[in-house]
């Protein structure tokens, strides 16, 4: 039997916290259906080896989206084990930092609708995979003085 050793993650998760909340039921009807829309951006500090996710909801009414009922910005912080340039940074790592973070955003929408004495909204669960070329495509760069976008 081989004696398989520990290896250190590529990354760690760090942090984080909900920076941005609004909550506004008062346009909604009761049992409406919901449009949920999701964004992601972030920004890499390439000579420290931390990349900051930002990912943005919103749940609107399928028939109005111009009405948003819960608005959220929730900021996460996640480090390699070593500054690498963003070129090298493993395609794996913008799936994964979105899939970490998802199950805190919807356990605090849940939370978030049940404390406002609502129906909860319980997000499904959802393949966040196609938010990866999303993040890769809005991340900003910052190598020292120089700050390069991927947009």
Excluded at 25 to 37: G, I, P
Excluded at 137 to 149: E, F, T, Y
Aim: glycine letters at 2%; hydrophobic letters at 45%.
């Amino acid at each position: 039997m081989a004696n398989i050793q520990p290896t250190e993650a590529a990354f760690s998760f760090n942090n984080y916290s909900f920076d941005t909340v609004k909550l506004d039921f008062s346009k909604l009807a009761d049992q409406v259906s919901l449009h949920l829309d999701f964004t992601a951006n972030g920004i890499y500090y390439e000579n420290e080896g931390r990349y900051e996710l930002r990912i943005e909801f919103s749940a609107s009414p399928d028939n109005d989206a111009t009405i948003n009922a819960i608005e959220i910005v929730c900021n996460a912080g996640f480090s390699f084990q070593k500054p690498i340039r963003f070129q090298d940074i493993p395609p794996f790592f913008f799936s994964n930092s979105i899939a970490i973070i998802f199950p805190y955003i919807r356990a605090f929408v849940s939370t978030l609708t049940i404390q406002a004495n609502h129906a909860p909204i319980v997000l499904p669960t959802l393949n966040v995979t196609p938010l990866k070329d999303e993040l890769i495509k809005n991340s900003l760069v910052i190598n020292g003085a120089d700050a390069l976008s991927h947009s």
